[in-house]
């Protein structure tokens, strides 16, 4: 069943630490021993008198407590640059000094064998201190590094929405001036029908008062045909307004206000029928389109 399951689905594979441990166990019980002959022979100190608590272990526990933190600065939780590529050489370093111990401790001499233990944990000490020194350092560039990201990014987040909002804003002026532009072509249309339809509200007025009325006739008591008591000394008929020029006033505003208007409306609105306002709409419709006389 095992090998039915995907590659993707199965469990990732961990290393095996416990390995490792027992490794570094038994490489410490074999190193233990030299390092501790090593101190006994560069004369540690025994504290509390002859049958006191010797101190030669101690050179093992340093060697390679360091070796241990230098691998682990280099390898498991690097700080930095500078800081990482000097655990990688001081615990090369020590490594090999380590071999040079491991491997002389019973071919040096008793001044060499002294020399050497002794200036190991100083050495040590030294490598330690630069080591943890560094560390700090990378951090705190690493922090600074990271602080400066930050920023970076927040003012590149902050550019950015200024850009959009100046893009909104943009888009909103231009949207502004074409609507602007829309009312100043409509308005300029709307001047240009307002001359159009007070020019034909002058040539309608001019057709109108230009009309002739039919001339109003008496019997004559001789059988034959008289002009009207009101006509002119010189012959010439009064002229005479029609009964609904009122109304056709009121339609010929209303045509002029909206020539798209209706037979039928333009007669609502003045009191009278739809077929007297289609035909005053006819009228007004000749008038506009050519020289014919309103009838």
């Known amino acids: 069943m095992d090998d039915m399951t995907p590659a993707h689905a199965k469990p990732e594979r961990r290393d095996r630490i416990w390995v490792l441990a027992i490794v570094a166990v038994c490489c ?98 030294a490598l330690i201190a630069v080591l943890v020194h560094l560390r700090h350092l990378d951090r705190a560039e690493a922090a600074t590094a990271e602080q400066a990201q930050r920023q970076a990014e927040r003012e590149a987040q902050q550019s950015a929405s200024e850009a959009d909002e100046r893009a909104v804003l943009r888009a909103e002026l231009e949207t502004a001036r074409g609507a602007l532009e829309a009312e100043r072509q409509a308005a300029s249309e709307a001047a240009q029908r307002a001359e159009r339809a007070e020019a034909k509200a002058e040539r309608a007025e001019r057709k109108l008062a230009g009309q002739k009325p039919n001339r109003t006739r008496t019997a004559n008591p001789n059988g034959g045909r008289r002009t009207a008591p009101n006509a002119a000394p010189n012959g010439a008929p009064n002229a005479a307004l029609p009964k609904d020029f009122d109304a056709r006033t009121k339609a010929l505003e209303l045509y002029l206000a909206n020539p798209d208007i209706s037979g039928k409306a333009l007669g609502e609105q003045c009191g009278l029928g739809e077929r007297w306002g289609q035909l005053r709409k006819n009228e007004f419709d000749k008038s506009n389109a050519g020289p014919e006389s309103v009838r």
């Open 28 to 125: 410490l019980i074999k190193v233990w021993p030299s390092w501790v002959g090593i101190g006994s022979a560069a004369g540690f100190p025994v504290i509390g008198g002859k049958h006191g608590m010797p101190t030669d272990w101690t050179l093992a526990v340093i060697v390679e407590a360091y070796w241990a933190y230098a691998v682990y600065a280099w390898l498991a939780a690097p700080a930095g640059r500078r800081s990482t590529r000097f655990a990688m050489g001081s615990a090369a370093g020590v490594f090999v000094l380590s071999l040079i111990g491991q491997g002389a401790e019973q071919m040096m001499a008793a001044p060499a064998v002294t020399a050497f233990a002794n200036d190991m944990p100083v050495l040590i000490l």
